[in-house]
């Protein structure tokens, strides 16, 4: 299946007055032979988050540290609030958090508190400096009753809050986060991901994060970024990726089988084979896959014209993972239809 064309538009940067809070170029890495990003180019505005999905192996983790300068780009630019991380990395990255192996990264043996501080010291802040920032962030995060226990006593959400503290343990403006939700329980993931939420809505940072899980994307991302053998597929707000790929499948329920002649038309010009058709309650009912409202139309005429009753048409959602599937090569959710 070929994919579609008109999805990427890396350019972003015509849209928007303001700098943007990262900006890459024509960003490639390769190990050895192995293309793992291929030339790949977009924007993110400051106080958005903007999930990175693909599927295993597609470049996510390397296009991060590509970013985040910790492996070295083949080529290409990179800017952060502005300032080119190659002729300035010092005071680009001064701008940048960054949470990669999740609660790994940090110190289990000392404190919360004495994490913060380590962290924030990396880059030169005195723990007097960044103490009432530190105690504000213990609060928000729901950590200062454990601000002195030692993170290895901590539950698993609680390392993991920890670990996104300490990206934020001195004044950044953006976050780039590898799968921060990764291991945790439904709770701790719901409350990392309004916290995320909270972070861009109220406190205007940029988010750059990559997940596998599409409700994560969902719930947090304003746009989504898909990455597919290190090429960017898609690059959009997660509303349109899924109303692209909204395919027309309906319900549809009548009174009694329809005779032999109707269903053999409806398998041949609408993909309804026969084992499509179920028993219910009510009558019978099938599912189609169609490529617009005129299509449905069509179809209804043929029932009507062979004197079947329609009890109901039902539109069938589709989500972001299918428009995920679509544009990764796998099965497209009108093809598992037509399989079906
Ligand atoms: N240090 C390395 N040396 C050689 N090849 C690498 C290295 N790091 C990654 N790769 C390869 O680059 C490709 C992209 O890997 P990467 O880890 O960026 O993907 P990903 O999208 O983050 O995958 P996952 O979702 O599984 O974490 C893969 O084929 C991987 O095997």
């Not at 001195?170 to 403006?173: A, I, K, M, P, Y």
């Given at each position: 299946m070929s994919q579609p064309s008109?999805?990427?538009?890396?350019?972003?940067?015509?849209?928007?007055?303001s700098t943007p809070a990262v900006s890459v170029r024509h960003l490639s890495k390769s190990y050895g032979d192995l293309?793992?990003?291929?030339d790949v180019s977009f924007d993110v505005d400051s106080g958005t988050v903007v999930g990175l999905l693909g599927p295993n192996g597609a470049g996510k983790t390397t296009l991060i540290k590509s970013m985040l300068g910790l492996v070295v780009p083949t080529s290409g630019t990179v800017e952060i609030e502005g300032i080119s991380v190659h002729d300035d990395p010092t005071a680009a990255y001064g701008h940048v958090g960054a949470m990669l192996e999740g609660a790994r990264?940090?110190?289990?043996?000392?404190s919360v508190r004495e994490n913060l501080e380590f962290f924030a010291g990396l880059a030169g802040h005195r723990p007097s400096e960044v103490r009432e920032r530190h105690d504000r962030l213990l609060d928000q995060f729901g950590l200062a009753e454990k601000a002195?226990?030692?993170?290895?006593?901590?539950?698993r959400g609680m390392k993991q809050k920890v670990a996104l503290a300490c990206t934020l343990s001195?004044?950044?403006?953006v976050a780039f986060l590898d799968e921060?939700?990764?291991?945790?329980d439904v709770e701790s993931s719901m409350d990392l991901r309004r916290e995320l939420r909270r972070l861009a809505d109220h406190d205007s940072m940029t988010v750059v994060l990559s997940s596998h899980d599409m409700d994560v994307i969902e719930d947090v991302c304003d746009r989504v970024l898909i990455v597919n053998d290190g090429h960017l597929v898609a690059d959009d707000t997660v509303r349109n990726l899924v109303d692209l790929f909204r395919t027309q499948r309906y319900r549809l329920t009548l009174d009694a089988l329809p005779p032999d002649a109707t269903r053999t038309r409806l398998a041949e010009s609408?993909?309804?084979?026969?084992?499509e058709w179920t028993t219910t309650g009510e009558g019978v009912e099938f599912e189609a896959t169609l490529a617009d409202g005129a299509e449905l139309h069509a179809l209804l005429g043929v029932l009507l014209d062979a004197g079947c009753a329609v009890h109901g048409v039902t539109s069938l959602d589709s989500d972001l993972g299918d428009a995920f599937l679509e544009l990764t090569d796998r099965a497209s959710p009108a093809e598992r239809g037509r399989e079906r």
């Open positions: 008109v999805m990427v538009d890396g350019d972003h940067s015509t849209e928007f007055d293309i793992a990003v291929d990264n940090v110190y289990w043996r000392l002195d226990v030692a993170v290895n006593d901590l539950s001195r004044d950044v403006s921060p939700t990764l291991g945790l609408y993909g309804v084979d026969d084992d």
